[in-house]
């Protein structure tokens, strides 16, 4: 049996699991919404189910409603905001790229991580890891690159939007585990689901904000498309729940490193959903990943 200190293994890979039908169906939204409008339902319709998930999880756990730590707050504005800009050059990168390449660029996620846990918070960098950093740059390059392909930028801009993306989305992480452990007094079920609902809702607000003064036309179509955008919400505040009760468990470059299985997930999808086949090289590209990533998840 899994011991609580063991059970962001399966959180983990229950939230990549949802968060790769969410990409899939942001993705399938970007036409009709753009970048930002696509970007914002996982937000605007995935933060009432984040209040649902902490009313049930206060109901069953009995949990006071907790006041957090003055340190919660800078590291909770860290991920959240870092999230909303990680989000939208995701949609842009699979735009311009395959679907399961952008998540193997994404999946560079776990490696940036622990360079930004060691940066911010003092995690430990062993030379294993450092080679694992290396095997799976290597591999990121053998996936971005054609043969033969124009050297110029605009050959390489999906893969640095891709590479920037994962960035954002290893900054949010860390800001997101900052701020779960700094809210004291409640079970890691509790801590999680505050953490998520203030989360979703401060990437509301700004997003909404940013929409109203910049295309509320966005918003119209939104509450047009209100069903799948509803279903796209609902999967990602599913998917932000989990990943919230495993950075309460344990490091947030270890719960990145173990979301490596969502590659696998993304390469079903775009098997049977979008119809991309990968080739050869991309392949073995993203075997480099795999490797190397492991490699981090054993150091």
């Known amino acids: 049996m899994l011991s609580v ?33 696509a ?19 206060v109901g069953v ?28 050059l995701m949609l842009v990168a699979m735009n311009d ?5 952008t998540t193997a660029y994404l999946k560079t996620e776990a490696i940036q991580t622990a360079i930004f846990g060691f940066i911010f918070l003092g995690d430990h960098l062993t030379l294993l890891r450092v080679v694992a950093i290396i095997i799976a740059t290597i591999g990121v390059v053998i996936t971005a690159l054609r043969p033969g392909g124009e050297k110029g930028f605009a ?41 998520l609902v203030f989360g979703l ?48 468990l344990t490091a947030a470059a270890n719960v990145r490193t173990l979301a490596l299985v969502e590659v696998l997930f993304a390469q079903a999808v775009a098997y049977y959903s979008f119809k991309q086949p990968l080739s050869a090289r991309e392949l073995s590209g993203i075997a480099l990943i795999v490797a190397g990533v492991a490699l981090l998840v054993t150091a």
């Open 5 to 37: 200190a063991s059970l962001w293994i399966p959180f983990t890979i229950i939230a990549a699991l949802g968060q790769v039908a969410r990409n899939a169906m942001q993705r399938s939204l970007t036409g009709p919404l753009g970048t930002w409008g």
């Open 39 to 57: 970007t914002n339902i996982r937000f605007l319709f995935g933060f009432p189910f984040s209040i649902i998930f902490f009313a049930v999880v």
């Open 61 to 88: 756990t009995g949990d006071p409603i907790p006041w957090p730590t003055a340190a919660f707050w800078p590291w909770l504005l860290l991920g959240a905001l870092s999230q909303i800009v990680a989000t939208g």
């Open 97 to 101: 790229r395959s679907f399961v390449v």
């Open 155 to 195: 050959e390489l801009k999906p893969t640095i939007i891709g590479l920037v993306a994962a960035g954002c989305f290893a900054l949010s992480a860390v800001g997101f585990r900052g701020a779960i452990i700094n809210v004291p007094g409640v079970s890691f079920v509790t801590t999680a689901s505050y953490t």
């Open 201 to 248: 809702f401060v990437q509301t607000l700004v997003l909404t904000i940013y929409l109203l003064v910049r295309a509320p036309d966005v918003l119209v179509k939104i509450f047009g498309l209100w069903k799948p955008s509803m279903l796209a919400g609902f999967m990602g505040a599913f998917a932000s729940q989990f990943w919230f009760l495993a950075f309460a």
